[in-house]
């Protein structure tokens, strides 16, 4: 049980492409969701938190207009990296929650290099 | 501040038994989690602590002391495939999960 699917596992693309992660819950409902960062031989960073059907709440120096995300539902989170440029580039990971003490579960990651 | 503390690498020998710490200071404490991260792979959740004591799954066990702010892992019966990293991190008053920096685990023949 608790299955988080990413999706794309990578993306390649020119500067300037907006690109979207998705990261969906197969088999249980996440109450919350997480997007994280990564960049190499560094620690998960955390992005943003984002609760089905309400604004997401962005950490310290991340830009909300660069990094949109969407929570529509229980079971689907989206990223969206707007305009995307060459430092943009590195390892994207969602995690999903299905309660506030439950242990986050995390997706494969979307590895993203940007041109 | 809050702020979780565990060493940034350790080597140990296969067959044999590692024990991983991490001390913490956050505000308030709703559990404790441990996670393995192979290289340019995602995490993966192995264990969970909200109650002092040893939770104890095959190969891997996780001991926590809230009174002492502490908490390793314990990794029995070392298999090369256990090289990894191994994050440590607390769930605050807030239920936010504050991570540690993770270490690095490595395992020889």
């Known amino acids: 049980g608790a299955v988080v699917s990413q999706h794309p596992s990578w993306v390649i693309c020119k500067s300037g492409t907006s690109v979207k992660i998705e990261c969906r819950s197969l088999?249980?409902?996440?109450?919350?969701m997480f997007w994280y960062r990564q960049f190499p031989k560094q620690s998960l960073m955390l992005m943003a938190t984002?609760?089905?059907?309400?604004?997401?709440?962005?950490e310290q120096g991340v830009e909300k207009d660069k990094f949109l995300i969407n929570h529509a539902s229980l079971t689907l989170s989206t990223l969206t990296v707007t305009s995307a440029h060459p430092e943009d580039s590195s390892f994207y990971i969602c995690?999903?929650?299905?309660?506030?003490?439950?242990?986050?579960?995390f997706g494969d990651g979307t590895r993203l290099s940007i041109l | 501040g809050q702020n979780i503390d565990q060493p940034t690498e350790m080597t140990a020998t296969e067959g044999a038994i590692v024990q991983i710490n991490c001390t913490y200071q956050?505000?308030?404490?709703?559990?404790l989690f441990w996670y393995q991260q192979h290289a340019g792979e995602a995490p993966t959740f192995l264990s969970y602590?909200?109650l002092d004591g040893l939770e104890e799954k095959g190969r891997f066990s996780s001991f926590l002391s809230r009174s002492k702010g502490y908490s390793y892992l314990l990794l029995k019966e070392l298999q090369m495939k256990d090289s990894a990293s191994y994050l440590c991190?607390?769930?605050?008053?807030?239920?936010?999960?504050?991570w540690g920096a993770g270490t690095k685990l490595i395992i020889k023949p």
């Open positions: 995690s999903a929650q299905g309660a506030e003490s439950q242990p986050q579960h």
């Open positions: 088999d249980f409902q996440a109450t919350t």
């Open positions: 984002s609760n089905e059907g309400s604004k997401a709440t962005y």
């Open positions: 956050t505000s308030g404490f709703n559990g």
């Open positions: 602590n909200v």
């Open positions: 991190a607390v769930m605050d008053s807030n239920y936010q999960l504050i």
